[in-house]
């Protein structure tokens, strides 16, 4: 019936359609070819890497943060397990979340901010949409409790273990220390390179801050395979996991070093229970032969275990708003007039450049008397020398020295003993403090011989930081060595083997003969020690060892009236500066309070309190360690022979009463 | 007399059974590796299909294909019946209904009616050149009806993949056929006219919404696209020569949804990289072109577009789903012929090789 092909005409318009035909479907096969070799070839590496992100799951694995030790070894900053909430985001539903909020203590904001959180996590892409979040920090035991007795009720929520900073010390050197708190999105940016993540805690302050780097460590990870939905594949060899993964599966975390200090844990202690007795203040104790910072403190201080952790707004407002103004380091960051206590410049300006002699008389009649203006004195102190002015802080003695010296010299002295610069003490947002010149005046309405006046004795523009007295009077003390006073001894590993150790650093020699320092200092033991000196109702002779130095009160301007719990902020700054044994010192000591009063019988005292801690207390044992004598002793002997040592002998004020 | 045998034992085209083997074995191996992660029992279910398959295959091939001229007509009308029914009784999946459930096993009317719709249009296009230009308008409703009644059908299931699939294999035969040009550009309109029509009474929301991933595919980058995209990415991390067999890690760790039906070739590149994918290409592309030589080769007329048929309907399948998984198409459910798992797919690619055979062996006969 029906034939075979039709011949002729049509069979070959037949063949050429199937040519072309067959055409046509070998160039699509080339294109779906080309297809092909684009992805696998071209950008198949690029499709490889996305795969593996796909499947490799990374678990971080925080490095231990390095402590902080004073110069003993003892711990001032530690870490401690703390126990985090973590969430799986999938998981969650209101029922879930309704008991977080009550077994949490969670308020409306909080609870707001979770669901949020959860919300965001939910919108990621593939398998992480599946990674447990942090969900709430730091949880009380109580907390902790009342989420494992409900276990049942809360699938997806776990528990976590998770070291946390810890300032076992509370408020102790809180400034120097600093606290830590999380990263915020612009750091990060910033520092994601460096290999922190979101959630990471970074030092903030103090020490925390300066040395985070060290401190800090590098955290490692441990890399697992995981399926679309997040689970972690358990039935594969290491080496096929490290055949997945391209590279080792585990890097260990590698702890970060421990910062010792130069700060002693119990000088610290004593110095910040001395300042206490004021409503604000600071105060500095370095080692006189390095530039080691012993003692350094600010009143009041705030707790860095708060500071670093679930701060409340209401803490913070609360902080900031203090008038005592916690949250400021008054030892580093603020500057104030160093009033009588900068009367050693002057006094130094005068011997070195033979303006004066030391036992040259001059007499204070109450007032110094310049035309169209008088600035007076305390009182009327009669005839007077370098020795009596220093001792009894004659106004008139030094406005007659100002005058003479001239402002540029007295600037040059300041600048020469570190006033004006900061300190490079090594802590963040150091004040410079201010040394003013004829320039200066000039520049703002005018020079005048009466800012020389007032800059001999303190007021005017100069402004100083405590810890740029404590340094200055150290060089004082110690011959004309300026040290860069140093807080950080040496870095060790977390097993204890030195890293690196700092030497102390020299920032200048200054260039003043021997005798006129002498010349000052005696003065400034006579301060203390000379029944008619102005801290000598400080004088404690159970102190083992001459105390001198030089008190100052420094006048505010009597318009910034205010009070705040009791504090009258009008009075004046109290200051007392100085070092001690009066022979071969050891130490020098810098006390502020901030509208404490009087300096001789505000400031003089807390320091003394200070340096009876060092002396009687503190030092004692390192001594009983050192039986050599510690180096600083000239004499050598026993205790007591080093207290005979100490005491007013021949040497300063024995020698003019 | 001779039993319907003969003709397959001496006239057999060993060129076309060595090709269909050689992907039917890739297949297996390749589902092997799928199926690990897959639900318990999948590879033994496509032994067993491929099994009954190469009976049907055989028998398909043995019985002289004039006999199904004459019954296509009936074939033809038992599948849409098929398809009515599956409307109105099927198992229900993900929302639509395109299913007849045996047990743990399913049947997919829609792909047996491949099979129907390329016998009927094959009895119809291969009447006499003559006849087919006389009768003009006639035929072109004709051809038009039998094409996209069960179109309709299938796209009312919805299964709007199938059905633009049933589409292009009827207008791809009608297009070789030796209708009038007129005809033919009447019936090749019709696509951008239905399609217009489509969306101006609007798409299902998952349609509209997978259709707006593939022309954007960073809208929903972790719905409707995540399939597709995760696709890609396995097919081109295979790189070069591929992940080694079984060591494909996105078909082992599940990034693959669904991958031993729509996304096996996925599985195949990942593993065995641009080599192994070539390689699998050249088959297809070797077994269609074969199908085309039987075609044109036929003993006559019907055998011929009905050869062209079997071609049409591979091509399709292949260039549809190799696209599909390589992200130049939009995700539609069309399976890689023998080498998807499921068994309407399989038998139905079994019994259209069956009938290519068919034709081939009766090349010269007389």
């Known amino acids: 019936m029906t034939g075979p092909l039709r011949s002729g005409a049509a069979a070959t318009s037949d063949v050429r359609l199937y040519k072309r035909l067959a055409l046509v479907i070998i160039a699509v096969f080339l294109l779906l070819g080309t297809r092909l070799w684009q992805l696998q070839v071209i950008k198949g590496d690029r499709y490889y890497r996305r795969t593996a992100d796909n499947f490799v799951k990374e678990i971080e694995l925080p490095a231990t943060r390095g402590q902080i030790l004073d110069r003993t070894g003892r711990i001032l900053v530690d870490n401690r397990p703390s126990y985090g909430v973590y969430l799986k985001p999938t998981q969650m539903n ?203 403190a600010s009143y009041p201080a705030f707790d860095p275990n708060v500071l670093t952790g679930h701060l409340t707004r209401d803490e913070a407002e609360r902080l900031q708003d203090d008038p005592f103004r916690p949250l400021i380091d008054k030892a580093v960051q603020e500057n104030f007039f160093p009033a009588s206590t900068f009367k050693i410049i002057p006094a130094l300006v005068g011997l070195e450049e033979h303006f004066i002699d030391a036992y040259e008389k001059s007499s204070c009649r109450g007032a110094y008397e310049l035309p169209g203006h008088a600035f007076h004195c305390m009182k009327s102190h009669g005839p007077v020398n370098l020795y009596s002015a220093l001792v009894e802080s004659c106004n008139v003695y030094f406005y007659r020295l100002g005058e003479k010296v001239g402002m540029d010299r007295m600037a040059r002295m300041a600048q020469d003993f570190g006033f004006g610069a900061p300190t490079g003490i090594g802590l963040p947002g150091e004040a410079p403090g201010f040394v003013p010149t004829q320039d200066f005046y000039r520049k703002h309405g005018g020079f005048r011989i009466g800012y020389s006046l007032n800059t001999a004795i303190g007021q005017g523009s100069t402004k100083v ?33 030195v890293v690196q150790r700092f030497e102390p650093r020299l920032r200048r020699q200054l260039d003043i003969r021997p005798e006129d320092l002498a010349e000052v200092r005696r003065g400034l033991c006579g301060v203390v020690n000379d029944p008619k000196g102005t801290s000598h109702s400080a004088y404690d002779p159970s102190v083992a060892a001459e105390v001198c130095g030089k008190s100052g009160t420094a006048q505010i301007g009597k318009n910034r009236k205010g009070e705040a719990a009791g504090w009258d902020k009008a009075n004046d700054h109290a200051w007392f500066v100085g070092f001690a044994p009066a022979r071969n010192p050891e130490v020098a000591i810098a006390v502020l309070a901030e509208h404490g009063g009087l300096g001789g019988h505000v400031a003089a005292p807390t320091a003394m309190a200070i340096l009876k801690g060092y002396f009687n207390k503190v030092k004692k044992p390192a001594q009983a360690a050192l039986p050599a004598g510690g180096g600083t002793g000239a004499s050598p002997g026993s205790g007591s022979g080093r207290r005979n040592d100490a005491l007013p002998t021949g040497s300063t004020s024995s020698m003019i009463p | 007399m001779t039993s319907p045998f003969t003709k397959l034992r001496s006239q057999f085209d060993w060129p076309l059974a060595g090709i269909m083997l050689i992907i039917i074995a890739i297949g297996l191996v390749n589902l092997y590796s799928a199926t690990r992660v897959a639900p318990k029992g999948l590879y033994q279910n496509q032994i067993m299909w491929l099994c009954v398959g190469s009976v049907l295959f055989v ?40 299913w007849f459930g045996f047990g ?124 597709a995209r995760q696709s890609v990415y396995a097919i081109g991390s295979g790189r070069w ?75 399709w399948h292949v260039v549809v789903n190799i696209g599909m998984v390589t992200g130049v198409l939009p995700v539609v459910g069309v399976t890689l012929p023998l080498f998807s798992y ?25």
């Not at chain 1, 860069?484 to 001894?489: A, I, N, R, T």
């Not at chain 2, 591929?242 to 996925?266: C, I, M, S, V």
Request: contains cysteine; neutral net charge; glycine residues 10%.
């Open chain 2, 104 to 227: 743990s096993f399913g049947i997919q009317p829609s792909e047996v009616m491949k099979i129907g719709l390329i016998l009927m249009l094959a009895k119809l296009l291969s009447a006499d050149a003559q006849e087919l230009r006389a009768s003009g308008l006639r035929m072109v409703a004709w051809t038009l009806g039998i094409i996209l009644v069960p179109a309709f059908l299938i796209y009312r299931q919805p299964d709007l993949g199938t059905a633009g699939l049933l589409y292009i294999i009827g207008m791809s035969m009608v297009l070789f056929s030796q209708m009038g040009g007129a005809a033919k550009a009447v019936e090749l309109g019709l696509a951008p006219v239905l399609v217009l029509v489509r969306l101006a009474f609007g798409l299902k929301d998952y349609q509209k919404k997978r259709l707006a991933v593939f022309l954007d595919p960073q809208t929903d980058p972790s719905g409707a696209g995540y399939h």
């Open chain 1, 94 to 296: 209101d029922a879930i979340l309704g008991r977080l909020d009550r077994y949490l203590g969670l308020h409306d904001e909080q609870s707001a901010a979770l669901r949020a959180k959860i919300a965001a996590a939910r919108t990621r892409k593939g398998a992480e949409r599946f990674q447990e979040i942090l969900a709430f920090e730091d949880i009380t035991r109580d907390q902790m409790g009342a989420l494992e007795s409900d276990a049942a009720e809360l699938s997806g929520v776990t528990v976590k273990a998770v070291a946390h900073r810890a300032y076992p010390h509370g408020k102790l050197a809180a400034h120097a220390l600093g606290y830590m708190n999380q990263i915020t999105a612009e750091e990060l940016s910033q520092l994601r390179d460096q290999g922190y993540g979101p959630g990471d805690y970074i030092g903030r302050a103090g020490i925390e801050r300066q040395w985070e780097s060290y401190l800090r460590g590098k955290d490692g990870v441990d890399r697992a395979i995981q399926d679309a939905r997040g689970h972690i594949k358990t039935d594969l060899d290491e080496r096929e996991v490290e055949d997945l993964i391209g590279g080792p599966r585990r890097r260990d975390p590698e702890p970060g070093s421990n910062v010792v200090l130069t700060l002693d844990l119990d000088l610290e202690r004593i110095t910040e229970q001395a300042l206490s007795r004021h409503h604000s203040g600071a105060a500095v104790v370095v080692d006189v032969a390095s530039g080691k910072v012993l003692a350094l």
């Open chain 2, 342 to 366: 499921g068994g309407s797919s399989l038998l139905t690619v079994m019994i259209a090789l069956g009938l290519l055979m068919n034709v081939s062996i009766r090349r010269y006969s007389y």
């Open chain 2, 59 to 98: 028998v398909v091939a043995a019985i002289d294909y004039r006999i199904y001229e004459r019954i296509a007509p009936i074939v033809y009308v038992l599948c849409l019946g098929l398809l009515v029914a599956v409307l109105v009784a099927g198992k229900g999946v993900k929302g639509s209904r395109r």
């Open chain 2, 241 to 315: 020569s591929g992940k080694g067999y079984l060591h494909g890690t996105q078909n082992r760790l599940k990034f693959l949804p669904e991958h031993w039906t729509d996304f096996p070739f996925a599985v195949w590149a990942e593993e065995w990289g641009l080599a192994g994918s070539l390689v699998l290409l050249g088959c297809y592309l070797f077994l269609i072109l074969w199908a085309l030589g039987v075609s044109a080769t036929a003993r006559d007329r019907f055998g011929q577009v009905l050869a062209l048929g079997v071609a049409a309907l591979l091509f």
């Open chain 1, 465 to 497: 930081t405590v810890i740029q007295e404590a340094l200055a009077y150290a060089a004082l003390a110690n011959g004309g060595k300026l040290y860069v006073p140093q807080l950080v001894e040496r870095i060790e590993s977390p097993t204890g083997q």
